[in-house]
């Protein structure tokens, strides 16, 4: 009995020592494609699902999810941080295949099209996946503004283009609570909001101080409505001797601009995923400038991808701030 059950033992090390070993010369061949453009087989693609989803389901089984997930406060901060870091990838309403999309393997879900379980949702976020392109936001992100990026994933189905883009206007864009390296490698806070981004809600960053939010306020106010095409409250945010400083021409009344660019500024936005990437703004007494920086990808016949810079001049007329001047330029990216 015992020389048997030696045997059997000798027998397993023999098989597990020379499976090891094919398996270690099947790596060292360099014989499996690893690319991208070339799927794993049915078994594998399978297994590392499989491996993938029981890992995170265990990992998150403990998160307790927030009472007040289902907040508009919430939904509505997370919008900007979902359009800036996330929207990329897994896309939104109104918003075509990206070439990042496209490339990446396995292909990153359409979030807009599905339903997603909260605590998963919050742990993939904060620690990412390994190896499929999910990066750990909470090196970055802050918990509270985590569970405001599931607040606003559990909405997003629900949303067409315009509530899209219009929640991503009010969000006060990318701010996040965590710290992230700048260009010097010095991390630097992002708590109210980003110092590329101007002012959040209820806050201003190091480029918007106090004094400006209102202004600014009033500038994505007028920029919800041109992309929305809602062209009376478009009107309503301007001066009546107004500036507009546009494609190398000028119109110099809110009346010239409303009759002949509003419109066709409102329908090249409609559609179009416009991601602010920079902001400052100024405001003594009553008088304020604003200028953004953005990334604008428009999907119309021809999709193009710009480079835009936006300054708006405002001025306080009783109380209430009025756009007297803007200056819009763009390039090809």
Request: hydrophobic content about 45%; charged content about 20%.
């Amino acid at each position: 009995m015992y020389v048997r059950l030696k045997q059997f033992v000798f027998a397993i090390v023999v098989v597990a020592v020379t499976a090891m070993a094919a398996l270690a010369a099947f790596a060292w061949s360099g014989v499996y494609d690893i690319g991208a453009d070339d799927p794993h087989s049915k078994p594998v693609l399978g297994l590392l699902a499989l491996v993938r989803d029981r890992s995170v389901g265990a990992q998150a089984a403990s998160i307790a999810v927030p009472a007040d997930l289902a907040s508009e406060a919430r939904i509505r901060q997370g919008a900007g941080n979902y359009d800036a870091m996330c929207s990329t990838c897994h896309l939104a309403p109104g918003l075509g295949d990206s070439e990042l999309n496209r490339g990446l393997y396995p292909a990153p879900p359409r979030l807009d099209k599905m339903k997603v379980e909260p605590a998963q949702a919050f742990w993939v976020v904060k620690h990412g996946i390994k190896a499929s392109g999910m990066p750990a936001w909470g090196k970055s992100m802050g918990d509270e503004y985590i569970w405001n990026m599931v607040a606003f994933l559990g909405a997003l189905p629900a949303f067409d283009a315009d509530k899209y883009r219009a929640l991503v206007a009010e969000s006060g864009g990318h701010s996040h609570g965590g710290a992230e390296p700048d260009d010097h490698g010095d991390a630097h806070d992002h708590d109210d909001a980003s110092q590329h981004e101007g002012a959040a809600a209820g806050g201003a960053s190091p480029d918007v101080p106090g004094a400006a939010t209102d202004a600014v306020a009033v500038v994505d106010a007028f920029g919800a409505a041109l992309v929305a095409g809602e062209l009376a409250k478009v009107k309503a945010f301007l001066d009546p001797a107004v500036v507009v400083l546009e494609t190398g021409g000028a119109e110099r009344s809110r009346d010239e601009y409303m009759d002949h660019h509003a419109e066709a500024d409102a329908k090249f936005l409609h559609g179009a995923h416009v991601r602010k990437t920079r902001r400052i703004a100024r405001a003594s007494g009553d008088a304020a400038w604003v200028a953004t920086e953005s990334v604008i990808h428009a999907h119309g016949s021809k999709p193009v991808t710009l480079l835009s810079t936006e300054t708006m001049v405002l001025a306080k007329k009783a109380g209430q701030w009025r756009i007297t001047h803007i200056h819009w330029s763009s390039r090809e990216q």
